[in-house]
């Protein structure tokens, strides 16, 4: 379940939203930030919902960016289809982005594959010397 403190640190971000990011993607912990970090190319603003949320919080954190382009790339299992399902509800215009199901999780998904599926949405990603047609 949510910490204060990480909800408090993720209003404060949603309070500070960068003009110049004009895409928004949700995943569920610092991790699967940290590790999409290393692979976008242009401004984004990442919301970590540090798992799963109450449908008030995650109100809160969404309201703000009804009007931008948001994706959703959360974990393949039981807690993140349940914040794909709120999303769905809240957001249905949102882009769902989906890792292999055999990577269980945003943040042990290699880097490669990270970037091809934001590739395919999209994103402006870091050279990886990586063959996206494959």
């Not at 794909?84 to 990577?103: D, E, F, G, S, V």
């Not at 999780?105 to 091809?116: F, G, R």
């Amino acid at each position: 379940m949510i910490n204060e403190n990480m909800y408090n640190e993720n209003m404060h971000n949603v309070n500070s939203v960068n003009s110049d990011c004009k895409k928004v993607i949700i995943v569920e912990g610092k991790n699967d930030k940290n590790k999409l970090l290393e692979i976008l190319a242009e401004p984004v603003h990442i919301i970590c919902t540090y798992g799963t949320l109450g449908e008030e919080k995650i109100n809160d954190l969404l309201l703000p960016y009804e009007d931008e382009d948001v994706y959703v790339l959360v974990d393949a299992d039981e807690s993140g289809n349940k914040i794909r399902k709120w999303i769905k509800q809240m957001l249905p215009n949102a882009t769902h982005i989906y890792t292999r199901r055999m990577y269980g999780e945003v943040s042990s998904t290699p880097l490669e594959h990270l970037a091809k599926v934001l590739k395919d949405a999209h994103f402006e990603v870091h050279d990886l010397d990586i063959d996206y047609d494959s």
